[in-house]
């Protein structure tokens, strides 16, 4: 793992902020409507506010991207965003489904739907129900806004670290297309093409298309097949009608479906991170000698960047998604006030299989069947009022919203063809019974071993005979089912209490009400048989027989998998409301500079964990609670997060140079946390403690760490500073530059409810650290020149980008071994274009330097060794955990020709 010294990261600061490696106009201001070849500097108009106005008239933190920044980036998607926004990372894990956008180190972690995105997603005002859908071709845009901080008055749904805003191109009265083909290293094909023009004197319509497709980054050894390929498509039409001055309509219809497997991961070995040690050596670690026996061979524990994966046979990553909606957007002038609504309907599927357990032991998998999937089917309505009055010294605007989404979540999730004999060997492993040890064997028992076994009592050895018979059990279809509606009013008013002096005061009313229902499908006998015989071993006098009951039951029943769950339903609701709004007071100290202080307060709603296995702990069975699974239903509730964010800020402007600096404080109450252990998903609501807890959020227990309900607070601290800046000297030249310095922290005293609940142990290196996903510095920088060649009417591109990201930890539980050192990623791009760019001819790459680095890395599941393995690092909390990791894209590079007319 290339580590970065002061004097490189100096020299790396150094060229960014003189070079500034390129694009036009692309992150710290915001970019709007404006034609392609606009010359450099041009005025950036925005509409954040849902009003267009000037950049250096917005007294807020937003970064913008227009089209042609985005085109020289090479951004298909939102995640290239990270290279021209520094506050803002994109990363996928398990499924493209589960992207995670993070601004200023706060997101949504993990894969559970049940929790909303911290960073919405809309696209031409309309709501996507969780960012990762955002994962998908853009077609033709106009322009990308990120807006930084709580947005809790204006847009449709309330976010509670930011959002993304993506505007795609509107039709054109004026008749015109365009066509571009690309072809890269991997095989990757990439076509896309539109066409505008008027149907008649009122109407215009337009259509975009994109298909691409490409092999996958990771090689399957076992079954001859690449890995995270490429293999999608998309077309959405538009039509714009505007039968007057005072009215336009515009109706906008999109789909698109990728077949694709996804996603592939490593395993982390101590090459990659030095605190990894000897746990991937058999020698060291019993989990390692299992699989090794069991048929994983020895080059799948190390070099991870070979992307070289070993899937077990007959186990598929592939999935299907489709995504598909109508909008239809109108706008009225009645004179005094103007009026825009907009309706919105939204349908995204997606499912596959998985090898969950990443190896060539067949431990977890999800069958490509059709009974694994998420599905949002979502309406959502918004109407907005605004005008003036008071002579123009108030700026008004009054609006609703209201969103009925359908959640379905299907699991299939079972245990795989060699569990049982896997579970049973880690067992006999990585204890005092390890002389026992034999994988071939019934029980991963040797004839002496189930002799000896035999003497703790038939529960015991008919308790490893049971679980070595627990193969492809589990899940046939777990159905969730979850009916959220959403209601809101919110206001937004300036008042300009001098020409240069304005203050703004925003207000949003929000009432959440969620239906939620699951029916369960499993055939996972062997935890019910486990249950009736153990449970009374687990009082037995007997130290072992206590330790193998309970052993044996938990791997039998992991995750609440057993059969007794079958045909089982619950139910339960949950309603709240919140307020929220904003109060900005600016001040426009002449008519390039501004300087503005506000004070924001955001929400993201609580909901259902869609998960089982929060339900209860598997020691016991649900019977031994009065009322069953219904009874237990309320562990699945978690709490609304909060956050009360504080501003300052500077913004400078002039067509050659413009500046925007940024100081922000934001405090999160109950942040919602979805972390994986190595066996299930944990959510907890984190809050701190403003009395000390002498330690007791830090060690491994569940009941040390409480506090008083009077002294919980605020759980995690984002503060820093932001600065971006433009340089546009002529007006073939553009040069962009950002910083972003975000200390984005869990307090030093944790608990994991707002009730004052002790923390999970599983989370215990969480107090007083940086959160995970949350580089401290962040810089980015882009430059573009476009000259002109000569007399000719051709025009050259050269364009550079970069994104210097410091050291940071990429799993949630922010255990060491996953984190990953500071690094450099760069994108390039030559050309030579034609007369008014009616042709062009790019040679381009991503991650020109092949940097290697991970997005995610996690506890591999259920691949932890015993305790009594001679493995030892005083550093390292996790036990004997195997640890894994979804890999960022290698480099790629190609060439694309371009035309329009």
């Known amino acids: 793992?290339?580590?970065?010294?002061?004097?490189?990261?100096?020299?790396?600061?150094?060229?960014?902020?003189s070079i500034l490696a390129l694009a036009t106009p692309a992150t710290a201001q915001e970019a709007a409507p404006q034609p392609e070849e606009e010359a450099a500097g041009a005025e950036i108009i925005v509409t954040a506010t849902r009003r267009s106005e000037a950049l250096s008239d917005v007294p807020i933190a937003i970064s913008a991207v227009n089209a042609q920044s985005l085109q020289n980036s090479g951004a298909n998607d939102i995640r290239q965003l990270n290279q021209l926004a520094p506050s803002l990372l994109v990363s996928s894990t398990g499924t493209e489904a589960n992207g995670s956008a993070r601004i200023r180190g706060i997101g949504t972690v993990g894969d559970n739907p049940g929790l909303e995105s911290s960073v919405a997603v809309f696209i031409d005002g309309v709501y996507r129900s969780r960012s990762g859908?955002?994962?998908?071709?853009?077609?033709?845009?106009?322009?990308?806004?990120?807006?930084?901080?709580?947005?809790?008055?204006?847009?449709?749904?309330?976010?509670?670290?930011?959002?993304?805003?993506?505007?795609?191109?509107?039709?054109?009265?004026?008749?015109?297309g365009n066509a571009e083909a690309t072809y890269g290293n991997f095989n990757y094909w990439r076509l896309a093409g539109g066409l505008t023009g008027p149907l008649s004197d009122t109407i215009a319509a337009r259509v975009d298309a994109v298909w691409s497709k490409r092999d996958g980054f990771y090689n399957d050894t076992v079954n001859g097949r690449d890995v995270n390929n490429r293999d999608r498509y998309f077309v959405r039409g538009q039509l714009l009608f505007e039968p007057s001055d005072a009215t336009t309509l515009r109706l906008i219809g999109d789909y698109s479906r990728k077949s694709e497997e996804c996603c592939a991961a490593v395993y982390l070995d101590s090459a990659f991170n030095p605190l990894i040690g000897g746990l991937n050596d058999p020698a060291q670690n019993n989990i390692v000698r299992v699989l090794t026996d069991l048929g994983q061979p020895a080059a799948a524990m190390s070099n991870p960047f070979s992307r070289n994966i070993w899937v077990s046979s007959g186990r598929t990553f592939h999935g299907t998604t489709t995504d598909g909606g109508i909008s239809l957007e109108i706008n009225h002038d009645f004179g005094a006030a103007k009026l825009t609504a907009i309706t919105g309907y939204r349908q995204y599927k997606s499912g596959g299989g998985s090898d969950t357990d990443y190896s060539a032991v067949d431990i977890l998998y999800r069958a490509d069947d059709g009974n694994a999937y998420r599905q949002f089917k979502t309406f959502?309505?918004?109407?907005?009022?605004?005008?003036?009055?008071?002579?123009?010294?108030?700026?008004?605007?009054?609006?609703?919203?209201?969103?009925?989404?359908?959640?379905?979540?299907?699991?299939?999730?079972?245990?795989?063809?060699?569990?049982?004999?896997?579970?049973?060997?880690?067992i006999i492993s990585g204890g005092g019974l390890a002389g026992f040890y034999a994988p071939t064997q019934p029980g991963c028992l040797s004839a002496t071993g189930?002799?000896?076994?035999?003497?703790?009592?038939?529960?015991?050895?008919?308790?490893?005979?049971?679980?070595?018979?627990?193969?492809?059990?589990?899940?046939?279809?777990?159905?969730?089912?979850?009916?959220?509606?959403?209601?809101?009013?919110f206001t937004h008013n300036i008042f300009s209490i001098t020409d240069s002096l304005k203050l703004t005061l925003g207000a949003r009313y929000t009432w959440e009400n969620k239906d939620f229902n699951a029916t369960f499908g499993n055939n996972n006998t062997g935890c019910q048989t486990l249950h009736s015989t153990l449970v009374d071993d687990l009082t037995s006098t007997n130290a072992t027989v206590r330790a193998l009951a309970g052993s044996l039951i938990g791997l039998g029943c992991q995750g609440n998998s057993t059969a007794e769950l079958n045909g089982v339903s619950i139910a339960s609701k949950r309603s709240e409301s919140q307020f929220t709004g904003t109060a900005v007071l600016s001040y426009k100290v002449n008519e390039d500079l501004m300087t503005y202080a506000s004070f924001s307060k955001g929400y993201k709603a609580g909901g259902f964990n869609l998960d089982r296995s929060a339900l209860k702990g598997a020691t016991f069975?649900?019977?031994?609670?009065?009322?069953?699974?219904?009874?237990?239903?309320?562990?699945?509730?978690?709490?609304?997060?909060?956050?009360?964010?504080?501003e300052v800020g500077i913004k400078y402007g002039t067509r050659p140079f413009s500046l925007s600096l940024t100081a922000f404080r934001q405090e999160f109450k109950n942040f919602q946390?979805?972390?994986?252990?190595?066996?299930?998903?944990?959510?907890?609501?984190?809050?701190?403690?403003?009395?000390?807890?002498?330690?007791?959020?830090?060690?491994?227990?569940?009941?040390?760490?409480?506090?008083?309900?009077?002294?919980?607070?605020?759980?995690?601290?984002?503060?820093?500073?932001?600065?971006?800046?433009?340089?546009?000297?002529?007006?073939?030249?553009?040069?962009?530059?950002?910083?972003?310095?975000?200390?984005?922290?869990?307090?030093?005293?944790?608990?994991?409810?707002?009730?004052?609940?002790?923390?999970?142990?599983?989370?215990?290196?969480?107090?007083?650290?940086?959160?995970?996903?949350?580089?401290?510095?962040?810089?980015?920088?882009?430059?573009?020149?476009?000259?002109?060649?000569?007399?000719?009417?051709?025009?050259?591109?050269f364009y550079l980008d970069g994104r210097l990201s410091g050291d940071y930890n990429t799993g949630s539980d922010l255990f060491p071994q996953k984190a990953q050192d500071s690094f450099l990623l760069v994108n390039g791009r030559v050309g030579l274009r034609g007369p008014d760019q009616k042709w062009a001819v790019e040679f381009w790459a991503q991650n020109l330097f092949n940097q290697q680095y991970t997005q995610v890395a996690f506890n591999t599941p259920f691949q932890a060794g015993?305790?009594?393995?001679?493995?030892?690092?005083?550093?390292?909390?996790?036990?004997?955990?195997?640890?894994?990791?979804?890999?960022?894209?290698?480099?790629t590079y190609g060439v694309t020709l371009r035309g329009k007319f």
């Open 621 to 646: 069975p649900f019977a031994a609670t009065t009322g069953g699974a219904q009874a237990l239903v309320g562990n699945l509730q978690f709490d609304p997060e909060i956050v009360n964010a504080y």
């Open 1 to 17: 793992m290339q580590k970065f010294t002061r004097a490189q990261r100096i020299q790396a600061l150094s060229l960014a902020a």
């Open 133 to 176: 859908i955002g994962l998908n071709e853009l077609g033709e845009i106009e322009r990308v806004e990120v807006l930084r901080g709580p947005q809790g008055t204006l847009f449709g749904r309330n976010a509670s670290a930011g959002l993304i805003h993506v505007i795609s191109k509107k039709p054109s009265f004026n008749l015109g």
């Open 380 to 426: 959502s309505q918004e109407l907005r009022l605004q005008g003036s009055a008071l002579g123009d010294k108030l700026d008004w605007l009054i609006g609703g919203f209201m969103a009925h989404e359908r959640l379905n979540l299907a699991d299939n999730l079972k245990f795989g063809s060699q569990y049982g004999r896997f579970a049973t060997c880690r």
């Open 450 to 489: 189930r002799a000896t076994v035999s003497t703790f009592g038939a529960d015991i050895i008919n308790g490893f005979d049971t679980l070595d018979a627990i193969n492809n059990r589990g899940s046939t279809k777990d159905l969730y089912s979850q009916l959220s509606k959403n209601y809101a009013l």
């Open 866 to 891: 015993g305790a009594s393995a001679s493995f030892v690092d005083p550093q390292f909390p996790g036990g004997r955990q195997l640890f894994s990791a979804f890999l960022a894209e290698p480099r």
């Open 673 to 797: 946390l979805n972390t994986f252990n190595g066996s299930v998903f944990l959510v907890q609501t984190v809050n701190g403690c403003s009395a000390s807890l002498a330690g007791g959020d830090r060690d491994a227990s569940a009941a040390t760490g409480a506090c008083a309900q009077k002294d919980v607070g605020y759980g995690v601290l984002s503060q820093g500073i932001e600065l971006e800046a433009a340089l546009n000297p002529t007006r073939h030249l553009a040069m962009n530059f950002g910083v972003t310095h975000a200390s984005t922290k869990y307090r030093n005293d944790l608990v994991g409810n707002k009730s004052g609940a002790p923390l999970d142990p599983a989370l215990r290196m969480l107090p007083g650290k940086q959160m995970s996903n949350a580089p401290r510095w962040v810089v980015t920088s882009s430059a573009s020149w476009t000259p002109e060649l000569g007399d000719s009417g051709l025009s050259a591109l």
